[in-house]
């Protein structure tokens, strides 16, 4: 064997080292997620309705409904690509947003095409079954959907539209009644069907004819009003502030030459879900890409600061969670959606309820309130602590986790030694390849 074989020979042992390793010693000591349930009997078991928005590329595959007893799935709708925000209106009407492909009804675009709306799920039957939808084409199944469907007091229903980036309402016979369109507050690009401009993912009715409005791209909550539009920001833009955040992947652009666009603070907002209106200057908000739940409060000033701040549970940290309610037993349910698992923690940040979810989970309902506007407000820390951050491997980790399910347990460690583990594979195959093609070259 020469010199150049061992050389190769030790550097493609030490990749396999350095990859097995890490992997194989993380997989054996990870600790247990979704098993905790600490209710007395007397109790019984809680009832939490899931939204599952699935697996596969791109999370457009196996999307569901279902509604657990305890930690027991006791029925499941499984009939979309992707199922998104859940709302329980009675034993026989579950909405939910959706996503679904195959659709012939196209518009201006090419069939079979993609549709995106709500459906009206009755779970009281031997098997669920789909009432009806409210369903309408887009160009693309990716970052075009209808994740948020809310009933109204006067028997309307508002959803959230990703693709035209608005909110609207439409009535019992499906015709839309009011919208209110972002591009009236922000720099709108000539067509959003295009483009992940600001990816509205969520409204919610706060009475009064306002609405909390989530604009994920733009690190933003806004309070629109029925005939007034924007009369509240949370997480507003200031001057001078950095808009990187925002703009990157071609999010939000300057189309008005202002050289500014709406960028909230990323410190405090980034890329969030699901808000919770807990009261007049409180809200709850899964804050998605920095891996936390946080509690927020209305200073005397104007502005929103942090009052409460949850980053793990059960000894692991949060990876983009995507749901937090304020529960009517002053506990917090969260849906962390990379960790695919739905934890339920008291102030102080203990688990007293989880559960491992079969694929990735949108949103989650504790029944029969569901979500509600107006909870009781949190002002102390809870459960802060998280491992250090190393920024671009902390990115590359994110976008692996959001677009394939992947163990909780892989962390940027791992990434960072399979990286090495290549660049070692790559360095032994070219040594042998090297090697093979002098010996050839020298019996030629």
Do not use: K
Request: contains cysteine.
């Amino acid at each position: 064997m020469t010199r150049s074989t061992r050389t190769a020979n030790l550097l493609l042992l030490a990749a396999c080292v350095v990859l097995v390793v890490p992997l194989g010693a993380s997989a054996v000591t990870a600790p247990t997620i979704g098993a905790t349930d600490t209710a007395s009997e007397s109790d019984g078991p809680s009832r939490t309705l899931v939204g599952s928005q699935g697996g596969g590329p791109g999370l457009h595959e196996d999307g569901s409904v279902y509604l657990l007893s305890g930690s027991e799935i006791v029925w499941r709708e499984g009939s979309a690509d992707s199922y998104f925000d859940v709302t329980y209106v009675s034993e026989e009407r579950v909405l939910a947003g959706f996503m679904h492909s195959g659709y012939t009804d196209c518009g201006p675009y090419e069939s079979p095409c993609t549709h995106t709306g709500y459906r009206v799920i009755d779970p009281s039957g031997a098997e669920p079954t789909v009432e009806s939808e409210y369903s309408f084409p887009v160009r693309t199944r990716v970052n075009s959907e209808v994740h948020d469907v809310e009933p109204l007091p006067s028997g309307e229903l508002v959803m959230s539209d990703m693709e035209h980036e608005r909110i609207f309402t439409v009535n019992e016979a499906g015709e839309e009644t009011w919208e209110w369109r972002a591009s009236g507050f922000y720099d709108a690009p000539d067509d959003p069907t295009r483009r992940d401009w600001l990816h509205i993912n969520d409204v919610d009715y706060l009475g009064d004819d306002r609405f909390l409005v989530s604009v994920r791209n733009a690190n933003q909550l806004v309070v629109v009003e029925r005939g007034a539009g924007v009369v509240e920001v949370i997480n507003e833009d200031r001057e001078r502030s950095d808009d990187d955040d925002c703009t990157q992947f071609d999010q939000l652009q300057d189309t008005d030459g202002d050289d500014d666009v709406r960028c909230g603070d990323p410190d405090l907002l980034d890329h969030q879900h699901n808000p919770q209106w807990l009261g007049e200057g409180a809200v709850l908000v899964a804050d998605s890409e920095n891996n936390r739940i946080v509690e927020l409060h209305r200073t005397e000033s104007g502005e929103w600061e942090e009052a409460w701040v949850l980053r793990q549970a059960e000894g692991v940290t949060f990876s983009w969670p995507r749901d937090a309610d304020r529960l009517p037993n002053g506990n917090t349910l969260v849906t962390d959606s990379a960790n695919q698992r739905i934890v339920e923690v008291n102030e102080s940040g203990e688990t007293v309820w989880s559960y491992r979810t079969p694929l990735i989970p949108y949103e989650a309902e504790r029944l029969p309130e569901g979500e509600t506007v107006g909870a009781r407000l949190y002002g102390t820390p809870g459960d802060t602590s998280t491992e250090g951050e190393i920024p671009v491997l902390t990115s590359l980790l994110q976008i692996i986790r959001t677009s394939v399910p992947i163990p909780f347990w892989i962390s940027e460690l791992h990434v960072a030694t399979t990286l090495l583990a290549l660049l070692l594979g790559l360095a032994g195959g070219g040594v042998h390849l090297r090697t093979w093609a002098a010996g050839r070259w020298s019996r030629g």
